[in-house]
């Protein structure tokens, strides 16, 4: 049974019609709005009750120490947890002598609805106090897609029936409770560090008031303000206090029956790690200058325009599933969020949606998300990469400390350092640095930007590949081996080549030499002679690809089809995610993957494989993989449809799209899946949509699933931006700008000029029996199966 608010069906928005009070802190993810820099959760307005209070500032972060029972050298020291910053949401309602909250009286009407193209969160609420008053509360809240420090609320109160007293505490407040379960047992919470922000400065002024607190570890200083626009009858009353962690504006208003109070409140942040009070209060209050001067309505207008622009580029329509067209909306504009104004930061597993993971980015970004910027809003898709950079030195002080050299990126980190106090699943996944160079590389072929290729690009391919230089050797045959390495899946660890990672560190490896080959001079500033490229591109050629010849598959790692498959029948169905019941020493052993592994080689590395390899593989694994993590099902669908299973792809495409919308992993509640909603994306694009892109060069494979009649999309690359539109008679390409694009079509290649479609029909799909999964771990069917 899958546990969900009801969500109305509407292309471009979410629609939630009542309120449920056990889904609030799952609501409160799906709700939130953010621009990359602001997170704001979508809490009621009122602050209570609450599931789980959250306003977050990308990189700000306290450092906290990381408990070991036995001490060893290379172990990181200290960890790094996102933190709830001063929260400017708060509007708490008085009507006569009762304070709004949907616990009390009678909740006659409640609607929240996310707006896809606007940018905002409206709220509408009819309420009826204990005593009997009566009043209607519309809200609207935005976070700046334009102005990256800012948000406002536009809070309406009506009164009804005899007329109403009516107070608004508009309140900042630092240091809320309610932030973790210290109890909880769930690895992927947030660890708890109680009343982090420590208060420097209270100030008001009229109706502005400002916080400025500091974290005592890290030091980072963070400046929270807000001033307010009060529209209320005659006698309308305001007066402001400010104190330690909590600063409010009052506003009291006798409100005749139909007359209404309304509430405009500006908000602007700023934190900082090196500057002092001056320069945080000046930033902050510079920029609430800037969005009090645009004004409400000017605030919608950019919004509006900054996301039809978006939408231009990135939408996905799907005809015959008006549920799954809401879902990958839904999910894009998340995506969106994750990464607009980010900004040279992290974008975090969670964005800034929650606290899950301690705010942690992972090899999620670089695999999962920026594919989707890159051929969407590729200037977010760089900042992400200029982040990496400004974390380099850090990863070569990570790789001399671990002995090797080159640049060891962290397996999950805020500001650059590694994070994971377990060393099989944090250190030795060292696919990380290929990740970021395949992305370094996708990038670069897409958007063709020499200065970024010359500036980014090559110190973090150069740096990366040396890593692999000295992880790996050459065996008694020549073949190049990297041992002791853990891959995407983390019931397996520090194995033999594993497959996924060897592969990538060819890419890895291949790019940096072709890249110092375009920049020498600049490689010569990194010390890259002659000789360490030859030995990159040997390494290359000689990657081993470990192989059972007698199953005929390719194995995850060396030696993994002759372990001992797990005992999928034996294993209770509330025993998933297997991580909470069972030892890592028990799974590690065994023949059970808890997420795409072989299956991610056989989409990023594709064309290292054959068609019948793909297929082998495919079924081979499919019956190994319990998705005990969100990133899997994504991928899933889009191997499955390569390989000729269009159900089971649409059925995977499900679980991606629907997986906080259905909180099917029953963790939404600490902040949305940014990956497996990119990846619904992916599994559209990649998966129906056929789309590769391997060394520039952009290929399409598109068929549909039955009962989807139609699916279009864009890819935006330096050459142009083309439009693909599948139906059930074959595919169109259209150049919609450019001067002209290469494609190729099945193996077809395909001359596309602007304003010209080129049609062509698609070839059925192989006819292969559908693969069979674990025990109890099928996919929930998005269609009834064939009879």
């Given at each position: 049974?899958?546990?969900?608010?009801?969500?109305?069906?509407?292309?471009w928005a979410l629609r939630e019609e009542a309120l449920d009070l056990e889904m609030l802190a799952q609501s409160e993810s799906v709700f939130a709005l953010s621009n990359g820099h602001i997170g704001m959760r979508g809490n009621l307005d009122e602050g209570e009750p609450y599931g789980l209070p959250g306003t977050y500032l990308n990189g700000l972060h306290e450092v906290r120490p990381l408990p070991y029972a036995e001490s060893a050298y290379g172990n990181p020291e200290a960890g790094e947890t996102v933190v709830n910053v001063t929260d400017g949401k708060l509007l708490r309602l008085h009507v006569d002598d009762e304070l709004f909250d949907v616990r009390y009286g009678e909740l006659l009407h409640h609607e929240r609805v996310l707006d896809f193209?606007?940018?905002v969160l409206r709220r509408h609420v009819h309420w009826r106090s204990p005593a009997g008053a009566e009043v209607r509360i519309t809200s609207t809240r935005l976070v700046s897609l334009t102005q990256r420090g800012a948000a406002a609320i536009l809070y309406e109160v009506e009164a009804l029936g005899d007329g109403a007293r009516l107070v608004v505490q508009s309140e900042l407040v630092a240091n809320e409770d309610g932030q973790v379960d210290p109890k909880a047992m769930d690895p992927r919470a947030a660890a708890a560090i109680a009343a982090p922000l420590k208060s420097e400065e209270a100030y008001c002024d009229e109706l502005r008031v400002s916080l400025v607190h500091?974290?005592?570890?890290?030091g980072i200083g963070t400046c929270a303000t807000m001033d307010h626009i009060v529209d209320g009858p005659e006698g309308t009353e305001t007066r402001a206090e400010a104190g330690g962690d909590e600063g409010r504006v009052i506003i009291a208003a006798d409100v005749p029956a139909g007359g209404k109070l309304r509430v405009l409140k500006f908000l602007a942040y700023s934190w900082s790690s090196s500057r002092a009070l001056p320069s945080l209060r000046a930033q902050a209050r510079g920029s609430l200058a800037e969005v009090r001067h645009t004004g409400w309505d000017g605030l919608c207008a950019e919004q509006r325009a900054y996301l039809d622009a978006f939408w231009e580029d990135a939408d996905v329509e799907v005809d015959g599933d008006p549920e799954l067209q809401q879902a990958v909306r839904f999910a894009l504009f998340h995506v969106l969020q994750a990464g607009a104004r980010a900004e040279r930061r992290a974008i975090p597993a969670k964005g800034l949606t929650g606290s899950g993971y301690d705010g942690h980015a992972f090899w999620d970004t670089e695999s999962f998300v920026l594919p989707v910027l890159t051929y969407t809003m590729p200037e977010a898709a760089g900042d992400a990469l200029r982040w990496r950079l400004a974390t380099l030195d850090l990863a070569r002080e990570r790789a001399t400390q671990l002995g090797l050299a080159g640049a060891a990126f962290p397996w999950r980190t805020i500001a650059g350092r590694e994070c994971s106090g377990y060393w099989p699943a944090g250190t030795a996944a060292m696919h990380i640095g290929a990740d970021i160079a395949g992305a370094v590389l996708r990038h670069q072929h897409a958007t063709d930007d020499t200065a970024f290729a010359r500036d980014v690009g090559l110190p973090l391919l150069v740096e990366t590949a040396r890593l692999w230089a000295a992880l790996g050797h050459h065996d008694r045959k020549g073949r190049f081996r990297l041992p002791g390495v853990t891959g995407p899946d983390e019931y397996s660890a520090v194995s033999d080549d594993n497959t996924y990672t060897n592969l990538m560190a060819r890419r890895n490896l291949l790019g940096a030499a072709d890249a110092v080959d375009r920049h020498p001079k600049e490689a010569a500033a990194l010390d890259v002679a002659a000789d360490e490229v030859g030995a990159w591109r040997t390494a290359a050629d000689a990657m081993h690809v470990p192989y059972d010849g007698i199953l005929d598959v390719h194995m995850q790692a060396e030696g993994f089809t002759h372990h001992a498959r797990w005992d999928f029948e034996g294993t209770p169905a509330d025993h998933?995610?297997?991580?909470?019941?069972?030892?890592?020493f028990d799974l590690y052993r065994k023949q059970v993957v808890k997420q795409a592994d072989l299956v991610m080689a056989l989409y990023v590395c594709g064309d290292r494989f054959t068609d019948e390899e793909k297929a082998r593989a495919f079924s081979y694994y499919e019956a190994l993989t319990v998705r005990?993590?969100?990133?899997?099902?994504?991928?899933?669908?889009?191997m499955a449809a390569e390989t000729g299973h269009l159900d089971l792809a649409y059925d995977y495409l499900g679980e991606a799209a629907f997986m906080d919308l259905h909180d099917l992993e029953h963790n939404t509640r600490d902040g949305l899946h940014i990956a497996s909603l990119a990846g619904s994306w992916l599994a559209l694009v990649a998966g129906f949509g056929g789309f590769r892109d391997h060394d520039g060069a952009l290929t399409f494979a598109p068929r549909l699933p039955p009962g989807v009649g139609r699916l279009a999309f864009r890819i935006c690359v330096a050459m142009g931006r083309v439009h693909v539109e599948v139906d059930e008679d074959g595919a169109t390409y259209t150049l919609q700008r450019g001067d002209g694009l290469e494609i190729s079509h099945f193996g077809e290649r395909l001359a596309l000029t602007?304003?010209?479609?080129?049609?062509?029909?698609?070839?059925p799909a192989p006819q292969r029996e559908r693969p069979s999964q674990p025990a109890g771990r099928e996919p929930r069917r998005r269609r009834p199966a064939p009879e």
């Open positions: 049974m899958i546990d969900h608010p009801n969500y109305s069906e509407d292309p193209r606007a940018g500091r974290l005592e570890r890290s998933y995610p297997l991580l909470l019941h069972y030892p890592y005990d993590s969100s990133l899997s099902a994504c991928v899933q669908a889009i602007v304003g010209e479609p080129v049609r062509r029909t698609v070839p």
